[in-house]
């Protein structure tokens, strides 16, 4: 595609619920990052996969986070039992290596009432 | 791991006049120095970036300058334009690109 995209744009849900987030890459980009934004801050990181595999998941607050990427394209992060802490846009980045630059996508807004 | 403090927080210059911001990082393997900008409401966007292998990098008006030594890279705008009004924020990264460890963001305004 043209670039890195997110579905959905926006979401609500309520306390306690699932959610995933998707997120497509820019075609061939190998590294795929996913970070947290909150109001005023930087973006945090999450979990960066190469490949199909998490490289790197440190980022990733408690076991109520998960991510997959299973076929080395689309990502998909899945978030359990919400909080109202959750509550942040959730950004999705590539890049054709890693090291190489990142190009970010328009994230999710991810609302927890 | 890697810590990036970013200064200043907030930065209002007149148009056509010069912005600096300046950001420091711990790690002395981080390599490669991306400056972001984002405009409310919209995704980061990549505007200049720098390796570890170079001092300095001007794109038109947008410059980075880096000293290893010393641990720190300044982004230089000049003859600033309204349209430069966003957030811009630092990230350094190391050489297996695990992630980006970003800086929290300047606010930089541009008063006609």
């Known amino acids: 595609g043209a670039g890195v995209s997110q579905t959905p744009s926006n979401k609500v849900t309520e306390k306690g619920k699932y959610v995933e987030l998707r997120c497509d890459p820019i075609?061939?980009?190998?590294?795929l990052y996913w970070y947290r934004q909150s109001l005023g801050q930087g973006p945090e990181f999450l979990i960066y996969?190469?490949?199909?595999?998490?490289?790197?998941d440190s980022g990733l607050p408690n076991d109520r986070f998960f991510a997959v990427r299973p076929e080395g394209s689309v990502s998909t992060l899945k978030i359990q039992r919400t909080e109202r802490g959750d509550s942040a846009v959730y950004l999705c980045?590539?890049?054709?290596?890693?090291?190489?630059?990142?190009?970010f996508g328009q994230g999710t807004r991810l609302t927890v009432v | 791991g890697e810590n990036v403090e970013q200064h200043p927080s907030t930065l209002s210059v007149q148009e056509g006049d010069s912005a600096v911001i300046k950001c420091t990082y711990s790690?002395?393997?981080?390599?490669?120095f991306p400056w972001y900008k984002q405009e409310l409401g919209k995704r980061p966007q990549l505007i200049i970036d720098?390796?570890?292998?170079?001092g300095e990098k001007k794109d038109q008006r947008i410059a980075v300058t880096l000293n290893k030594t010393a641990k720190h890279f300044s982004l230089h705008i000049t003859e600033t334009q309204p349209e430069d009004s966003a957030v811009y924020f630092c990230?350094?990264?190391?050489?297996?690109?695990?992630?980006?460890?970003f800086g929290t963001g300047t606010s930089l305004t541009v008063i006609p």
């Open positions: 980045a590539s890049s054709s290596y890693p090291g190489q630059e990142a190009f």
């Open positions: 075609s061939g980009h190998t590294a």
């Open positions: 996969f190469q490949g199909t595999g998490a490289a790197d």
């Open positions: 790690d002395s393997a981080s390599n490669y």
């Open positions: 720098i390796r570890s292998n170079v």
């Open positions: 990230a350094a990264s190391g050489d297996t690109g695990n992630q980006f460890y």
